[in-house]
């Protein structure tokens, strides 16, 4: 299966993205399917743009966006040939999704790029002139090549591991006892500390007496945590989320002891999606609902 690029540009630069195309597609045509634009595959009937885009964003594993001198603005007095608006929007939002190892920006010669440009390298070109062109592709053929061998590690979604969580786990659980015309409560508890999960959940057990005990009286797995002082009130620590902390911590390594406070920001975020993910899914489950609450270890 070929990776999936992404070309975009305004209509005045259609011209520019299709030499683009096909020049990517004589280099790199074994490993890269590139779809342009103008092709249908990306703008479907009845999808507003910016619906279409946000899926683009994230199904295609690169982006290039040509930024050709469409436009003439005139800011604090002077006036300059700018990209066309849509097209420094769209780059943004593939630049957020794969990153700056994966999105490209082809920018004519003279064309006035946002501030944030600043100081950030990007291939030039001069239009008119073959070997100008030639060259600017060139570049970012080779920064592609530099990723052949290697896969862009986006963050886990944690919605998707809190559904896997709900109906693997909450919703069997809940189903089981909904059966039996057993009455229960579910409490999931989110440790903010991912980095041993089962080290928190001996700790919560000693500080809680409980006992393990299975969904299906007649296997032993799964099974759920019940307070021994309180018949049918049951509790887990997901320990699925172990899988958000191994992401993070190959996304962003440290080479220092101590807490990551990009990483440990990072990881509340998703903790709060997957809390939030469960809780929807949980009121709109017969079986669930008003039975499933959440707090947060300390």
């Not at 693997?168 to 039996?180: D, G, H, P, S």
């Not at 911590?249 to 002891?257: A, G, M, N």
Request: charged share 30%.
């Amino acid at each position: 299966m070929k990776r999936k690029l992404f070309i975009g540009s305004s209509l005045e630069g259609l011209s520019i993205a299709k030499e683009l195309k096909a020049k990517v597609d004589a280099d790199c045509g074994e490993w890269i399917n590139s779809e342009i634009w103008e092709n249908g595959t990306v703008f479907s009937l009845n999808r507003n743009t910016l619906h279409c885009l946000v899926r683009a964003a994230r199904k295609f594993e690169y982006g290039i966006l040509v930024a050709t001198k469409d436009d003439i603005i005139k800011s604090r007095k002077r006036i300059s040939a700018v990209p066309r608006d849509n097209v420094i929007f769209e780059m943004g939002m593939f630049l957020g999704s794969l990153g700056l190892t994966r999105a490209f920006l082809l920018v004519e010669q003279e064309s006035k790029l946002p501030t944030d440009y600043n100081g950030v390298t990007v291939p030039y070109f001069q239009k008119g002139i073959k070997s100008s062109l030639d060259n600017a592709i060139k570049e970012i053929i080779n920064a592609f090549d530099k990723t052949r061998l290697t896969y862009n590690l986006k963050p886990m979604p944690s919605a998707a591991l809190a559904l896997g969580y709900f109906e693997n786990f909450i919703e069997v659980l809940a189903r089981k006892r909904l059966e039996q015309d057993i009455d229960f409560e579910l409490e999931v508890l989110l440790p903010k500390n991912l980095k041993d999960i089962n080290a928190e959940i001996l700790a919560y057990k000693h500080h809680n007496k409980s006992r393990e005990v299975s969904i299906f009286p007649d296997r032993p797995r799964p099974a759920v945590f019940e307070l021994e002082a309180q018949k049918n009130h049951y509790w887990d620590i997901p320990t699925t989320l172990s899988t958000l902390y191994k992401l993070m911590d190959i996304l962003l390594p440290s080479d220092e002891i101590g807490i990551n406070q990009e990483k440990q920001e990072w990881i509340e975020h998703e903790l709060r999606n997957f809390k939030g993910t469960i809780e929807i899914l949980a009121q709109k489950s017969t079986a669930c609902k008003d039975r499933i609450s959440f707090s947060f270890l300390n």
